[in-house]
């Protein structure tokens, strides 16, 4: 075996399996790498190597017990994992990229992460993100920027940067991220591999700290299709500590060496070709397209005539809930606390001080929005207006299986390119953010290299619950095509 | 001088009686509990947890929502009630804000003195969290997080007391149902019935509202009743001063019985409310809610109408017999195992049996003289089986050793002596015995009549029967 930091997933569980390779082997491979490469990209905020090796051993006991017939094999049994800090990990700090979390360690396991554990994961550490997982590009961490593995120069996208780049980077075979309006897609674009964002109630909220609420999902970044797939079913299903996680049968997602896409409808929105967007994006998406037709697939011209309002109403209904949601970070019960005389100068000091730029404009524009006065106009408008957007895509799936379009109008973009113009890093989101309004799921995946040997990536959008028709269509163009068999060239 | 009437809405909190919190699975109660022993990472708001409505609150809100005469919504929400303050750890509380639980409603208030009903209207019934206590202690601010996420119903009222006795009355009306309908123990002492009020002043015949102040801090029905009286006696005294009455927050001052000025309200707090997105709607399909309903008693203030027009009894007794619930069933029971004049039943309850209850300081389910039992005792009086105050006697050793009344009489020959002979040798003993008083009643002192018949009870422990012995005593002493 070569590396085994290249093991994709399902290769990697298929050896764990086979007695070829142990789990420490495997974790401490991943481990090495990190070492390795970490100074360069900076894709964790908090490393937990001792657990890691701790899970692996354990993990191996019960492999070897599995393989004497006296157990069955848990489904990801060894894999190691690389997790976004902002779920939460028992006895493992999380920081959401924030200041004010730089202590917070919590003591209970998010839902996704109870689960994953119990199916027998390794996880490798917290990774870098922006701050509170607003951003498009990892560059407002507390923590430090993460760069991409492809180009040191720039961005690996955002929110969920840190877990892209160390997928990319073959330090994980798999990652967590959240996905609230594009931050698993857009990075796992700007990186070259794969990226779920699931239905809105899909995983489990429980423990993924809140941004936005209603548009917060849990999201999985691996190398290839398959590999998210695999990840699937172990973390899909109802959640009693979750109100909004639905009881809906998990589909199988178990996907076949067939690549054939006949019967299957595929829409494009003539709304997400747009001008500005850089044009190899749009030739490389037009061609991956043209891929997937030649599979079988029927291309049918949609459209979804709210797009251009998505970005708007995104900006007001996420600032929204996070200013409330924000709230909680007062400087009393954990976190980064300014000792302060009185009570609201404890209060001022530890907000003032502990939030980063960023997360203090969304807070102020999302109280703004909701204030006596304003609400009507903006708040209850952009509800109403998220009401067509979903509408939009409803009207959409009579006719289509799924939707295909870029995930961001341009390839990854240099570090400190947007940081000045917050509205140039907000357009980054631009093709993300409908999904997360309509509640839809949508799978990233690479479809290609633009000129300055940048991957580019391509996102089916689907029904409600149908993320296995978005697997199928993405697992058959890459039985066709090998760009997520690319790997970036790292020392 | 102008003579003003008060114009008084009273906001109440209700804590509910559930086994754990609104949102999490911690013990709801923790009065006897020591601070912060009763959380969890959800009700004190750690980043990433998510609540989770508890049926059980819904239940409650929906038995008191019925019990006002709120229309029930079939599908209400949550919002996000937006203010930062260090007892309360999300930085909002969970509330429900335009499309609560209940809708409306009203309570007829009797008035003890006028005999009439006051209609009083609510105007807001909706489920929420409490949020935790701060106080000072040594310099130091302390935070007790264990009642955050307890639930809460808050009900408010329109403008439609007009006296400081009808808010009190209005209070002890909602405590007796609250309990009645065991949604809430209802105690002010303890903060499970909070209540704030608010009051202005305006001339008698006037319909318009002047500007109210808000008093807070009032744990005791008592304490309502003379903070209000307190309050308007001000109001009235600055408006005859000719001066303006301004917004304020007053603070009650338990001890020295005196409102002090909190703050000024001059503007209303921004709480930039908006749906809960952590919840789902609360949606109360026919099934779910009619078996709650199924479980609404009939209410206190119809129980005591229909004892008086079913069963005759006067307002003082249907008040008395309906205080409690399970007081009412038993009285209800007993008349039904009866059979007889009800107002005979209620003479027994108030006289007897309330006595003894109240004298141990127990409910009425616990004593072992059942409802049938009491209904026994009063057919053996009536029978002429026993005497009164046999009956009397009857009650106690009924409740001490639960055998049956019969069963006691039997055993210990309580019957009542109706032999002519036996009476009338006890009281030509008597009379052998009393020679003094037999001649002074011959002299014409016939009142003494009364002490020769008790003498023949004495003799006879209390089973001869009263008038034949009489009878029989006049008789011989008129020879």
Excluded at chain 1, 78 to 94: E, I, Q, W, Y
Excluded at chain 1, 130 to 141: I, K, L, R, Y
């Amino acid at each position: 075996m070569t590396d085994l930091t290249d093991l994709t997933v399902l290769d990697a569980l298929q050896a764990l399996r086979s007695g070829q390779v142990s789990s420490r082997e495997l974790t401490q491979a991943c481990l090495d790498r990190i070492s390795r490469l970490e100074p360069a990209i900076r894709a964790f905020i908090t490393l937990t190597p001792e657990l890691a090796l701790q899970q692996a051993d354990e993990a191996d006991r019960k492999l070897a017990a599995a393989r004497r017939g006296s157990a069955n094999f848990a489904p990801l049994l060894g894999l190691p994992l690389a997790v976004k800090d902002v779920l939460t990990v028992k006895g493992v700090r999380c920081t959401c990229g924030s200041r004010i979390l730089e202590n917070f360690v919590p003591p209970f396991n998010a839902t996704v992460i109870e689960r994953l554990l119990a199916a027998g994961v390794v996880v490798l550490g917290k990774t870098n993100m922006d701050e509170f997982a607003m951003g498009s590009s990892t560059e407002n961490s507390a923590y430090g920027p993460t760069r991409n593995p492809w180009n040191l120069e720039h961005v690996p996208g955002g929110s969920s940067g840190g877990s892209a780049a160390a997928v990319a980077a073959h330090m994980a075979p798999a990652a967590l991220g959240s996905d609230t309006g594009g931050s698993v897609r857009q990075p796992a674009s700007y990186c070259g591999i794969s990226g779920l964002k699931p239905t809105y109630g899909r995983f489990s909220r429980y423990g993924l700290v809140a941004y936005g609420s209603s548009l917060d999902t849990v999201g999985i970044f691996a190398r290839t299709v398959a590999d998210v797939a695999a990840l699937f079913p172990v973390m899909a299903g109802m959640d009693p500590l979750d109100a909004t996680s639905m009881d809906l049968p998990v589909p199988d997602t178990t996907l076949s060496a067939s690549a054939d896409l006949k019967g299957m409808r595929i829409g494009l929105p003539a709304e997400y070709f747009i001008d500005g967007m850089q044009p190899a994006v749009e030739n490389l998406v037009r061609q991956a397209i043209e891929t997937l037709h030649s599979l079988g697939a029927e291309i049918i011209p949609i459209s979804l005539p709210h797009t251009e309002y998505a970005l708007p109403v995104y900006y007001l209904i996420a600032p929204a809930e996070a200013s409330a949601n924000l709230a909680r970070y007062d400087g009393i019960r954990f976190g980064f606390s300014q000792q302060e005389d009185e009570m609201w100068a404890i209060f001022r000091e530890s907000r003032g001080g502990g939030f980063g730029q960023e997360v203090k404009r969304r807070i102020m524009l999302g109280t703004y929005a909701l204030s006596a006065g304003y609400y009507d106009a903006y708040y209850g408008r952009a509800q109403k207006v998220r009401t067509l957007i979903k509408r939009d895509f409803e009207k959409a799936f009579e006719s289509v299986d799924a939707v295909a379009a870029p995930v961001a109008p341009s390839s990854a973009f240099r570090l400190g390119e947007h940081t000045d113009d917050p509205i140039a890093m907000y357009l980054e989101d631009v093709f993300t953010l409908p999904a997360n309004l309509a509640g839809v799921p949508g799978l990233a995946f690479p479809v290609g290299f633009d000129g300055s040997s940048m991957p580019v990536g391509m996102q089916l959008m689907g029904r409600h619950y149908r993320e296995d028709q978005l697997f199928k269509i993405a697992h058959a163009y890459q039985q066709v095509t090998d760009w997520h068999r690319r790997s970036p060239q790292l020392a | 001088m102008t003579s003003y009437e008060a114009v008084i809405g009273l906001e109440t909190h209700i804590q509910l009686n559930t086994t754990t919190k609104i949102f999490c699975s911690c013990k709801a109660d923790s009065w006897f509990d020591p601070p912060n022993t009763n959380i969890c990472p959800v009700c004190t708001g750690l980043p990433g947890v998510l609540p989770v409505l508890n049926r059980a609150v819904v239940e409650k809100g929906v038995l008191l929502a019925a019990a006002m005469h709120s229309e029930i919504r079939p599908v209400s929400f949550f919002d996000r009630k937006n203010y930062f303050y260090p007892d309360l750890p999300k930085g909002y509380q969970i509330s429900q804000y335009d499309m609560s639980l209940g809708k409306g409603g009203y309570m007829d208030l009797p008035m003890p003195q006028s005999g009439g009903v006051r209609h009083i209207t609510i105007t807001k019934l909706h489920l929420e969290e409490d949020a935790g206590k701060t106080k000072n202690e040594h310099g130091r601010r302390m935070i007790d997080f264990n009642r955050c996420g307890v639930p809460l119903v808050e009900m408010v009222t329109g403008p439609d007391l007009r006296t400081a006795d009808e808010a009190a009355q209005y209070l002890i009306r909602l405590r007796q149902l609250l309990r009645w309908l065991g949604i809430s123990e209802a105690d002010m002492e303890k903060g499970h019935l909070r209540c704030d009020a608010n009051v202005s002043i305006r001339p008698v015949g006037a319909t318009y509202l002047n500007t109210k102040t808000e008093i807070k801090n009032v744990n005791s029905i008592d304490a309502v009743r003379e903070a209000i009286l307190k309050e308007i006696d001000r109001q009235t005294r600055e408006v005859d001063a000719g001066n303006r009455i301004e917004a304020w927050t007053l603070e009650w001052d338990e001890d020295r019985g005196v409102l002090k000025k909190m703050r000024s309200k001059e503007t209303e707090a921004d709480y930039r409310y908006f749906r809960e997105p952590d919840l789902l709607p609360l949606r109360l399909d026919d099934a779910w809610k009619g078996q709650i309903l199924s479980g609404l008693p009939e209410l206190p203030l119809e129980r005591r109408a229909r004892f008086m027009s079913e069963f005759g009894l006067p307002e003082y007794d249907a008040d008395i017999l309906t205080a409690e619930r399970r007081l009412s069933e038993y009285f209800e029971a007993a008349v039904k195992a009866y059979g007889g004049d009800p107002k005979r039943v209620s003479n027994w309850m108030m006289n007897d049996i309330l006595r003894m209850v109240n004298d141990r300081g127990i409910s009425v389910t616990e004593l072992k003289l059942t409802p049938v039992y009491l209904a026994e005792i009063i057919k053996l009086v009536d029978s002429g089986t026993v005497n009164t105050s046999t009956g009397k006697a009857l009650v106690q050793k009924v409740d001490e050793t639960g055998k049956a009344p019969a069963e006691i009489v039997q055993a210990e020959g309580l019957a009542k002596v109706s032999d002519d002979s036996a009476i009338r040798a006890v009281c030509q003993e008597v009379m052998a015995e009393s020679p003094k008083e037999v001649a002074a009643f011959k002299g014409g002192k016939e009142t003494l009549m009364g002490w020769f018949v008790g003498q023949v009870m004495k003799k006879m422990r209390g089973k001869a029967d009263p008038a034949l012995a009489r009878s029989i005593m006049e008789e011989l002493l008129k020879q």
